[in-house]
């Protein structure tokens, strides 16, 4: 097992409340991580037919077999037990009684919301991290291959290819799970969003566009793209709301939380290609803003990056809160740095003036140095397990 930084966080949270859960996307190490951690517990999958008919038709007395706690997969499948895991936990008083883990956001759900409130600390696990990869001697040698092959752990702990490996994960967990959360009947159409939504990684999110292109309605695409968020799969990237005397672009944007699923629902079959595909660009900004909200996950702290964008088309990637001040972030694919690429951040430096840190660059070249008050970060600074959020506070 490559070690994960959660692991740390799981524990406290283990220590300070009833209910520790573990969320993200199938496959992303979840269950591994709980039952490494919580070796002394009993575990039980509620993907058996066998356990969840017996938690759906008795819930008290499937909890009361377990009088030491328990590591329960797959939770979501009976959220009625929620009701009954709160009058369990609040009687026993015992903190890191139950693990659920799941392949949705629990708190999407209103019955654990309603039910549990309080009394649950919430872990959100995304596929590796590059942090992890390098501690474990495991960072592919070339950003291009690191972009392919994303970051699911099965890639790195099983001799499989991605070409083999995505579109079994696609047919398994896109076209069976997901489509059964939104009851899905026409496979072709779904399929269809969910590659305009590869496609459109890395940009403005324009729902009516996708919706169309997809032959679906906006409604419609609306709610695939909850439940794509829901498990994991995409995020959306809010813009800043301060506006600096600039009108804002109010849109968020789309990004796929792990680009070796993005480039492979773009048809993209091995990395050398990536070097002249359209999409390298779009790819890299998404690997750094996964890389940056798996740092937040793996903390325990929310995800609190936003964009900033006027309707001129001036543009900042990434910003986030540090200390008093905003830390902005432009992000560049190309291994040469270019001049031209700091146009962006002096912009901004001049609309926020003495709200911004002086800006960090993230390129796809292998030197960081400073230059004109601007930090120029290789890609691989983000394979260090330094928390890059508290380093201008």
């Keep these: 097992m490559i070690p994960r930084l959660a692991q740390t966080t799981a524990q406290r949270l283990a220590q300070g409340f009833p209910i520790l859960t573990i969320t993200g996307p199938r496959q992303s190490g979840k269950t591994t991580l709980a039952r490494t951690l919580f070796a002394d517990r009993p575990y039980v999958s509620l993907e058996d037919p066998e356990h969840r008919e017996f938690a759906h038709s008795d819930p008290r007395g499937f909890l009361a077999r377990f009088r030491e706690g328990a590591v329960i997969d797959e939770a979501q499948h009976v959220p009625a037990l929620f009701s009954y895991l709160q009058a369990l936990v609040d009687e026993r008083r015992r903190m890191g009684d139950f693990i659920l883990i799941g392949s949705q956001q629990f708190g999407s759900m209103a019955r654990i919301g309603q039910s549990l409130a309080g009394r649950v600390g919430r872990l959100e696990l995304l596929p590796f991290s590059a942090a992890e990869l390098a501690a474990a001697g495991w960072l592919p040698a070339d950003l291009d291959t690191l972009l392919w092959q994303g970051g699911y752990p099965p890639l790195y702990d099983r001799p499989l290819s991605p070409n083999d490996w995505f579109p079994n994960y696609i047919a398994t967990y896109l076209e069976r799970d997901v489509r059964q959360l939104i009851q899905v009947r026409d496979l072709t159409r779904f399929q269809r969003f969910v590659r305009l939504c590869a496609a459109r990684t890395g940009q403005l999110l324009n729902l009516s566009a996708l919706a169309a292109d997809s032959g679906i309605s906006h409604t419609t ?92 088309g001036n543009e900042v990637d990434v910003l986030f809160a540090s200390g008093t001040r905003l830390q902005p972030i432009e992000i560049k694919s190309g291994a040469t740095f270019v001049h031209e690429w700091l146009k962006a951040l002096h912009r901004w430096q001049g609309y926020a003036g003495d709200e911004t840190w002086p800006g960090w660059l993230i390129y796809g070249g292998e030197d960081s140095y400073q230059r004109e008050q601007t930090e120029i970060r290789s890609w691989r600074s983000l394979a260090t397990c330094r928390d890059w959020r508290d380093e201008t506070t």
């Design 221 to 312: 695409a609306r709610e695939w793209l909850t439940v794509l968020e829901a498990s994991y799969l995409v995020w959306r990237l809010l813009p800043y709301h301060h506006n600096f005397g600039k009108r804002l672009v109010k849109t968020p944007k789309l990004y796929f939380l792990d680009t070796g699923l993005a480039a492979a629902l773009l048809g993209i079959r091995e990395a050398g290609t990536l070097g002249i595909h359209a999409q390298r660009g779009a790819l890299f900004e998404t690997w750094v803003v996964s890389e940056l909200i798996k740092q937040r996950f793996n903390a325990g702290r929310p995800p609190d990056l936003y964009f900033w964008r006027d309707n001129t």
